[in-house]
């Protein structure tokens, strides 16, 4: 791997890449109160549904692993599975095949991160950003599926909670992302924001991550790959922002509470990925990293 350009622990952009900007900022920067935002917001997360992807994919994964003939069947599979169209039912006859322990196993995969989301549209007049929240989209993409991202087939996630959008803190955190976006581009007026609410729980012993398809983009104009609304009980997590080829690492910083990363995304030279989180050793229950995510896309 390429030597890092910028210190193990940085916040800030690389000169060379000015037009893309990526950046770690703070809930006071846009006037929050941060431990009322973290106090209101915190308690929302640990009620989400949990997100069954996850287990399709770590499935799919264990049947591959036994069965690595039959990949190509398994890969057409996991597209089904994933999508709703096919359940386990229909690779029985490898299932029947595994040892006892290995099917057990597999059908034990449990989920480990809980998930909602909501839409906004956000429009600059005179009296500043107007908000508006969007139908809830019953199935949401990502990235791209010529690159073998599963995120690319639809997904069907909860709606966020009416309590959690109706938070007057988390209204002003939309208007300071707007505003974060409208420094890197002046002349845009309207734009759309696909929030993601999420929790990662680490069991003992057991690796948990935002990041399971690894360094990638997320196929949206900006985001903000975390805002870190709890950490508890955890270690790991590093955001970290690559350049172009996906190994020169500009940025690397453990988000703590009240921080967030944003970047540019599509068709820019950064990358992005967060490293697995694990339970501390000194930890009482289950580790907890809570994080809202930001899709942002420009409207033409």
């Known amino acids: 791997m390429s030597t890092p350009l910028s210190p193990r622990e940085s916040h800030g952009s690389d000169s060379r890449f000015s037009e893309y900007p990526f950046r770690v900022f703070t809930l006071e920067q846009f006037g929050i109160d ?3 935002f973290l106090t209101e917001l915190a308690p929302s997360f640990h009620a989400l549904a949990w997100d069954i992807y996850d287990v399709r994919r770590e499935q799919v994964q264990r049947l591959l692993h036994a069965f690595p003939e039959e990949t190509s069947r398994l890969q057409q599979f996991l597209r089904d599975y994933w999508t709703e169209q096919a359940t386990l039912g229909v690779v029985e006859d490898l299932l029947s095949r595994l040892p006892t322990a290995e099917r057990v196993a597999l059908e034990s995969v449990a989920p480990y991160r809980r998930r909602a989301m909501a839409r906004f549209r956000l429009e600059l007049t005179r009296l500043g950003w107007q908000q508006e929240r969007l139908p809830d989209n019953t199935r949401f993409a990502q990235g791209k599926l010529d690159t073998g991202d599963l995120r690319a087939l639809p997904r069907r996630f909860a709606p966020m909670a009416c309590a959690v959008v109706d938070n007057p803190l988390f209204a002003r955190l939309r208007e300071g992302v707007a505003e974060l976006v409208a420094k890197a581009r002046p002349e845009v007026v309207t734009l759309t924001l696909t929030v993601h609410q999420m929790s990662v729980v680490c069991h003992p012993g057991q690796a948990a991550t935002n990041s399971p398809e690894g360094i ?3 196929g949206a104009d ?8 709890e950490r508890r009980g955890v270690t790991g997590g590093m955001s970290r922002v690559f350049g172009p080829d996906r190994e020169a690492v500009l940025l690397s910083h453990t988000l703590q509470p009240g921080e967030g990363l944003f970047q540019a995304d599509a068709g820019s030279p950064l990358w992005h990925d967060v490293t697995p989180v694990h339970r501390s050793e000194s930890a ?4 907890i990293r809570s994080i809202l995510g930001f899709d942002i896309r420009l409207e033409k």
């Open 34 to 36: 941060r431990a009322r």
């Open 284 to 287: 009482e229950s289950d580790g």
């Open 222 to 229: 900006y985001i903000v790959s975390a805002l870190v609304v």
């Open 216 to 218: 990638h983009q997320d």
